[in-house]
């Protein structure tokens, strides 16, 4: 008899595109960080602010994307923000000034913003609890698939309007793909969710806050991106100030952390499944990650760098899989409030990507490319020693 095939898989593919423009579009900045900051005369804090400026709208309104989404459900609620992050897009093809570009990216990162907070739900409407983190491993890949192909390539078009042209063509693709093939979930669960007791935004908000597990997972997550935001951003800028390296170069030693991370997402959620013990995966990856973005750049450019960069990359996308899952797994959030918990999660994750790097790190340290990866490292060190606070999860 043949299995009856799981269109939750079809969902995984939706919001891995999804995940991949999020960060693609965003991602083209990083290579043209030096052409920028000398065109509009940046500081690295506000070229930082700039390249961050997408994932605003996730402090702002990833808690109301949760509660939207479970409320009207995900396909409606993520076919309107694709459109919107569209139409951002085609803007910014157009866009020449340093206050245009920033409004047109934090617009841009709202179709993002609400996959983010919702990808632990858009799953539990076809997968048990415990397979998430393995699924959300899955669509994470795109976000890491992203950021490689967009520093390791942007430099090779033309011109930045052919690149962001290019952008806003693979948006408008991705989003219609959304509009045609996304479905909220399996009837089934669907009906026993109706079947449920309905509750208000506010209670249900009421009862998400008073979990402090869900702030937990939001701390940890906030030094992890802290530390994976910084090291992005701020290692293209290293190579070429410190190494002398040419914009390309650096862009490729980047993209080999980033697309590392691609092992680490498949990989962190199985090994944690099969040692029986996240805490111990999220723990000594995030622990060999600090090391690798404080010191791998400083090794000599070549085979030894190149594998610890991607050692680097492997080990910080290892835990954010792994730490992303737990809500929709925790005692009182399940699936009926897994929404509203990403919501907060993502809240104070998004916080760690846009603080962190631009408001903490790059105050502290100025143009100190040295001190600002180190600083990165002691986030994902902050994050690894966090996870301990977490409770351990019941499997089925």
């Given amino acids: ?11 995984v593919a939706l919001a891995f595109l999804i995940a991949f423009i999020g960060n693609y579009m965003q991602y083209q900045m990083t290579p043209l960080s030096a052409t920028i900051i000398k065109q509009y005369g940046l500081t690295s804090a506000q070229f930082s602010s700039l390249f961050t400026s997408p994932m605003i709208p996730g402090i702002l309104f990833s808690l109301i994307s949760g509660i939207l989404c479970d409320k009207f459900g995900v396909r409606i609620c993520l076919a309107a923000t694709s459109v919107i992050g569209a139409v951002a897009l085609i803007c910014r093809v157009f866009i020449t000034s340093y206050s245009g570009l920033m409004a047109i990216m934090i617009i841009a990162g709202i179709g993002v913003t609400f996959l983010n907070s919702n990808m632990a739900k858009i799953l539990g409407g076809w997968f048990k609890p415990e397979d998430t983190g393995k699924m959300l491993g899955y669509i994470l890949v795109g976000s890491s698939v992203a950021t490689g192909i967009a520093t390791g390539t942007t430099a090779l078009f033309p011109s930045v309007k052919a690149a962001y042209t290019f952008a806003a063509v693979l948006y408008v693709v991705i989003a219609a793909l959304w509009i045609i093939f996304a479905k909220n979930g399996n ?3 669907l009906e026993a969710q109706k079947k449920a007791e309905k509750t208000s935004v506010l209670a249900d908000l009421k009862i998400v806050m008073g979990n402090v597990n869900v702030w937990k997972v939001g701390i940890c997550n906030m030094f992890l991106m802290g530390a994976l935001v910084t090291i992005s951003s701020f290692l293209p800028l290293a190579l070429q100030n410190e190494k002398g390296m040419s914009v390309a ?53 070549g085979p030894l760098m190149y594998v610890a960069m991607c050692i680097t990359g492997c080990c910080i996308n290892a835990a954010l899989p792994v730490i992303t899952s737990i809500p929709i797994q925790l005692d009182g959030i399940g699936p009926k409030y897994a929404g509203t918990a990403g919501g907060v999660v993502a809240t104070i994750q998004l916080l760690g990507c846009v603080v962190i790097p631009t408001y903490v790190i790059a105050n502290i340290a100025g143009s100190n490319y040295s001190l600002i990866l180190m600083l990165g490292g002691v986030s994902a060190l902050i994050s690894a020693l966090a996870v301990f606070t977490l409770p351990r999860l019941k499997r089925n």
């Fill in 1 to 11: 008899m043949n299995k009856k095939f799981n269109y939750g898989y079809v969902m």
């Fill in 187 to 189: 009837p089934e669960i």
């Fill in 249 to 301: 170069s650096s862009g490729l030693i980047t993209s080999i952390i980033l697309f590392s991370g691609v092992l680490g997402m498949i990989l962190g959620p199985i090994v944690a499944d099969k040692i029986g013990n996240f805490k111990i995966l999220v723990f000594v990856a995030e622990t060999i990650a600090a090391v690798g973005c404080a010191f791998a750049w400083l090794l000599p450019v």
